[in-house]
């Protein structure tokens, strides 16, 4: 079975770090490209960053692009999304997913439970 399970979310203040990181199993994790996507409190689904299969190609949302790194550890079968300076607008539940090749395009066929993030004083 496929899944994916992220941790590492929780209340942190304005300016402050966390780092998420995303369990991957049941499948062949350094094949495929992955992403972090969000959704905030009454809005809809944002999508954050990716990450190619190996880890050497990376893409940003502008809302993110500077504060955010995204990394994989294949040996690990693990995604991490480190986040910086963080801003009460980064609120959300994030979630991992994976793209059905070894590269960021079209859908997200997997999504993990989701980790909620609040930054707040």
């Known amino acids: 079975e496929v899944q994916l399970v992220e941790s590492g979310g929780g209340l942190v203040q304005p300016g402050g770090s966390l780092r998420l990181s995303c369990a991957a199993s049941?499948?062949?994790?350094?094949?495929?490209?992955m992403s972090w996507v969000r959704q905030a409190p009454g809005k809809g689904l944002e999508w954050v960053s990716a990450?190619?299969?190996?880890?050497?190609?990376?893409s940003y949302a502008d809302s993110v692009k500077g504060r955010f790194t995204i990394s994989r550890d294949n040996a690990k079968n693990t995604l991490y999304l480190q986040m910086n300076s963080l801003k009460p607008e980064d609120t959300a539940v994030y979630y991992c997913?994976?793209?059905?090749?070894?590269?960021?395009?079209?859908?997200?066929?997997?999504w993990g439970q989701g980790t909620l993030v609040t930054v707040s004083s």
């Open positions: 049941g499948f062949t994790f350094s094949s495929y490209a």
């Open positions: 990450i190619n299969s190996g880890g050497g190609s990376t």
């Open positions: 997913a994976k793209y059905r090749s070894s590269w960021y395009q079209g859908y997200l066929e997997v």
